[in-house]
Nanobody, 127 residues
Framework: VQVVESGGGLVQAGGSLRLSCTAT????????MVWFRQAPGKEREGVGI???????SYADSVKGRFTISQDNAKNTLYLQMDSLKPEDTAMYYC??????????????????????WGEGTQVTVSS
């Protein structure tokens, strides 16, 4: 499995960015997919998780501002980020073949581990 993120950049607070995640070796709609982020000096945390075509969940910190969508024909996952805040500054990672397990990265009150990771794309929000 190869996962590649793109779309990061520098944006002013209140602005928007859309991240993309493409993968080879698997079909997105067959697997649980997660967007994570990691800010300097902080733990990696889940931002949004796609468990099925009709079940997507978001971290409380981004709920109402971030939206995940996917284009199965292109095998691409998107993270639309609106009303960005400086605290959203982080490296954003897309991960595939994920499951709720003990000892993984946090997603709300649970933890998640994933089988395939991208190298991340940097998002910087200036105040």
């Amino acid at each position: 499995v190869q996962v590649v993120e793109s779309g990061g950049g520098l944006v002013q607070a209140g602005g928007s960015l859309r991240l993309s995640c493409t993968a080879t070796g698997l079909r997105f709609d067959d697997y649980v997919m997660v967007w994570f982020r990691q800010a300097p000096g902080k733990e990696r945390e889940g931002v949004g998780i796609v468990e099925s075509a009709d079940k997507t969940s978001y971290a409380d910190s981004v709920k109402g501002r971030f939206t995940i969508s996917q284009d199965n024909a292109k095998n691409t996952l998107y993270l639309q980020m609106d009303s960005l805040k400086p605290e959203d500054t982080a490296m954003y990672y897309c991960a595939a073949a994920c499951s709720y397990t003990y000892g993984g990265y946090s997603f709300g009150a649970r933890t998640v581990t994933c089988g395939g990771w991208g190298e991340g794309t940097q998002v910087t929000v200036s105040s």
